[in-house]
């Protein structure tokens, strides 16, 4: 079972940074975790049994040229890229039972809420279903 109340933010993942957007990005981060983990068949409850973590953070990246840019010797560039993370812990002992990532090139744009929906379902298909 899991409670939203069981869902926490952390720092930004190592070598990221907040940005602006992240609260809203947090938001709908879990929103899609809850019905991800409720399409499994894990239930919110009062008393949980597994409380998930997310860190959320941004990074500028390098972007080799590729195809004829790099044979034109065209200089790197950099964009910035959205990295999530995921993980779940034995809510009783806090044992690590799940850590899962994602990243996300941003192109100078805030992530729309179809890439959070995508980043999410993969990060957590992993996670296998509630056994009957």
């Known amino acids: 079972t899991l409670t939203s109340g069981a869902t926490m933010e952390s720092a930004a993942p190592p070598g990221t940074a ?29 008393q949980p049994e597994m409380m998930i973590r997310i860190s959320l953070g941004v990074r500028t990246v390098k972007e080799e040229p590729k ?12 964009d910035v890229q959205q990295e999530i993370v995921i993980d779940v812990f034995d809510y009783s002992n806090g044992g690590h039972l799940f850590h899962g990532t994602a990243s ?18 993969l ?3 992993p996670v296998p279903p509630v056994s009957s």
């Open 67 to 78: 195809g004829s840019l790099a044979r034109l010797n065209v200089p790197e560039g950099e």
């Open 18 to 46: 907040q940005w602006a957007g992240a609260q809203n990005a947090l938001g709908e981060i879990k929103k899609h975790i809850d019905a991800d983990m409720q399409g499994k068949g894990y239930v919110l409850a009062e």
């Open 123 to 125: 990060i957590l298909e």
């Open 104 to 121: 996300n090139p941003l192109h100078h744009k805030e992530p729309g809420e179809n890439k959070l929906a995508k980043a999410v379902r």
